[in-house]
């Protein structure tokens, strides 16, 4: 694709993200952005679907349409995938892998859909050079991205070549961790970051995903630039001294100085967690970099204890879908609820949970309810104010 030329992109997330996002891609700079199906669409050139790559918190994948087409059933999506020159996107030398998805549509078997997409990109190169590009489901050169919405094929090429919110921290799950995405959002929503004399504290850290991304957004650093593998690298189109420069660019933007940086600390009872969320901490694609910005530290919920005059309190409990029963989770509510009040005046506190009955156990008002999708869950961000 040529520096200047502007085309259509399609930034996709998580259902009810995509006001966020817009919110968002509006701040990189990206102008012309409009809402759409699970994600925003944007006009712009290269350069700016770059600068989404390295620098959205919220995105899940940078989509270059290629080509819109009617597919009824699988002998039209496949001649309508053999229309694309595909040889000017990428060798027979390159791995692919094919996502596919479909909705509303008559073609609703995901797996024969992509296995078609695949046979008409192979055949193609098969026919024109006599060999054909391999398959590769891990970390592709090329990923090709086939949505079907009634009938209406949209394909494409996932610049992101896998899903934005794998930041390259995340080594070490622990129970339950939130997508790194979604603990953007959540904070995000909260008015993170808000300045270097506001804390952030998160009891029941688990993995670290809300601390680690609360010290991403205060140090200004580009959630892309820990990762080393993106779906537009190997791509001919690919324009590689712009991504150079965005890279310095956002290397050069990073806050280093801690009298400008926020306290950030997440406990959590478990120590394998909290071995889970050091781990985690030093194995960002930049040694070392979130190394200081944010204490992890074995440690009960009721211990825990106000580390500054105000900051942003939230914490992503268990809530009975996945690590336990509802009924023995309510003492726990009723404890951060407790600890908030006595502990934590000043500060604003937020409980993200996907059960409106241990809501309720926390025993203060919510100022504020937000909605969100933690994988099918409908969960909700609630604000407590704590004065
Ligand atoms: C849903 S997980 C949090 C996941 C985390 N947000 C992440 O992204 O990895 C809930 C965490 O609460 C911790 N926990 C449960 N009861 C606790 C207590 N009384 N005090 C401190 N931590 C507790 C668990 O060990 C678990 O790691």
Redesign the pocket.
Known sequence: MANREVREFFVTTAKGMEDLLLQELSGLGIGSVTKGRGGVSFRGTIREAYRVCLGSRIANRVLLPLKTFFAPHEDRLYSGIRQIRWASHFTENNTIAVDFASSQSKITHTQYGALKVKDAIVDQFRDETGTRPSVSVVQPDIQVNVYIFKDEATVSLDLSGESLHRRGYRQE???????ENL?AALLMSAGWPLGPDTAFL?????????GLEAALMAGNIAPGLGRDYFGFLKWKGHQEKIWKDLIEEAKAAIIYDPKKLPKIVG????F??VR??LKNTETHGIPGLLRGRVHFEK??????ESIAPKGIFM?????GE??GDEESLRP?YK?IGDLMKQKFKGWEGYI?TGSPVLAKSVGLKASKKMVFFNGPIECRLLKFELY
């Open positions: 799950g622990a129970n339950a961790p939130l997508k603990a998160d009891p029941m850290c688990g993995s670290g995903t809300l406990y959590d009872q478990d394998r967690a889970a969320a440690k009960e919920l009721t211990l825990g914490v992503n409990p268990p809530y996945r690590l726990l404890e993200f």
